[in-house]
């Protein structure tokens, strides 16, 4: 019988190849969807899939909701996991990512420590904070805390530091910063690391059309 587990996170779609989501357990059912502007598209497996030669990989709906069954590599599979990752990929050209172990980025720019929240235009959720961030990491689908409350960033012009440069989900109050998350919770694995078990989707799946762009996806066990 399955433990009860449930996750969630975003990683970066890759230039080619399979990707594998390390989250540590085997989940019953997996939904990705696609972010890009040109191709959006949600993929959804369940373990009952499997029961069917025709759809073993789960399903995917585009964005004008036709619904294609995936076959056997062309869709979402679950990865048992255990390979050693020698190079942040797995042993073919695959990358293999993992939750970021550091996932707070307010100290990963080039000044101080991001610590400060100004509000700067209520009707267009816009503002600022003190210092400039490193958008390497920090980007449209960061997440901020501020003053104790979480917040989506869904756009950065620059680097944040100036005025209406950063819009929240929602306006957010001028006050202190304690977290800034990077855009991708899901990063590449440490070389040398075993891979811990997910799921993984294949480079012939739609969902990997967008490249270089976010995807979100949330993950499960039955009860």
């Known amino acids: 019988m399955s433990v009860s587990n449930m996750i969630s996170g975003t990683f970066k779609t890759p230039a080619s190849g399979d990707i594998y989501i390390c989250i540590g357990f085997l989940p019953d059912w997996v939904r990705v969807y696609s972010n890009s502007s040109a191709n959006e ?71 101080e420590t991001i610590d400060t929240w100004t509000l700067d235009n209520s009707s267009n959720r816009t503002g600022h904070w003190n210092d400039v961030c490193s958008t390497t990491y920090v980007g449209m689908g960061s997440r901020i805390n501020i003053d104790g409350l979480w917040y989506s960033i869904t756009a950065l012009t620059s680097n944040g ?58 993950a499960g066990c039955y009860r």
């Open 41 to 111: 598209e949600i993929g959804y497996f369940s373990v009952h899939h499997t029961r069917s030669l025709n759809m073993e990989a789960g399903i995917t709906i585009d964005d004008d909701g036709a619904i294609t069954p995936d076959t056997y590599q062309t869709g979402i599979q679950i990865y048992r996991g255990g390979d050693i990752i020698t190079a942040s990929t797995t042993p073919s050209t695959s990358t293999c990512y993992v939750r970021d172990p550091d996932p707070d980025k307010r100290d990963a720019g080039t000044g």
């Open 161 to 218: 530091e100036d005025t209406d440069e950063v819009t929240l989900g929602e306006a957010a109050p001028s006050g202190t910063i304690y977290a800034l998350h990077g855009m991708y919770d899901y990063i590449a694995i440490s070389a040398n690391k075993p891979a811990p078990p997910g799921f993984w989707i294949d480079s012939d799946s739609n969902l990997l059309n967008a490249t270089s762009e976010i995807a979100f996806f949330e």
